[in-house]
């Protein structure tokens, strides 16, 4: 008998493992465009944390030293508004491509209305967090009006949502190809 829920433990435990990498790596994929924009940023940062430690504390260079300002996040090339709305286009195609296709073959291998819902909600999630954090970053070193392209958190949240809408096999197949097209 212990065996028999040994074995069943083991293969939920296995379950629960390809589906926690499922998602990960659908999100992952999903929001790689911003993810590069966001390593850079961290990189940016770590390099002005440093810069800013290893001030010279030599009374001679100094008083020069505080009169450079460091510097700023918004001024660097990868940075530019131009850029940053590339990468939320770039984040939404990805989106369209990697996440409606990962959902509609989860509907035909599951089964399961309800794990598949579940499943879909943790990448929706996922996905989302990774755009309001790129989002924020953007919004913070950048004024509106030069983001007029910059979708809201809550546009790309109904997106996603569309995006994830249970389909048809006949709509899903139209709508990858519609994808694969373009």
Sequence with gaps: MSTSKD??????????????????????????????FMIKVTAFRLRADRAGKAAPT???TAPSRALQLPPKLADQPFAAPHLCVEAAT?????????????VA????????????AVLVLHMKSNVLDAYTSFHGVVTQIHDPELLDALPSVASTSAFIDSVC?????ATSST??????SS
Excluded: Q, W
């Design 90 to 102: 770039a984040f939404r195609d990805s989106v369209r491509t990697c996440l409606g296709p990962t």
């Design 58 to 60: 030599d009374p001679v």
């Design 105 to 116: 073959k989860m509907a035909d291998y599951l089964g399961d209305k309800r794990t598949e």
């Design 7 to 36: 074995a069943k433990a083991a293969v939920n435990l296995e379950l629960k493992r390809v589906c926690e990498d499922l998602i990960l790596e659908t999100a992952r994929a999903a929001a790689d465009p911003i993810a590069s």
């Design 165 to 169: 809408e249970p389909r048809s096999a």
């Design 175 to 180: 709508v990858a190809a519609a994808a694969h």
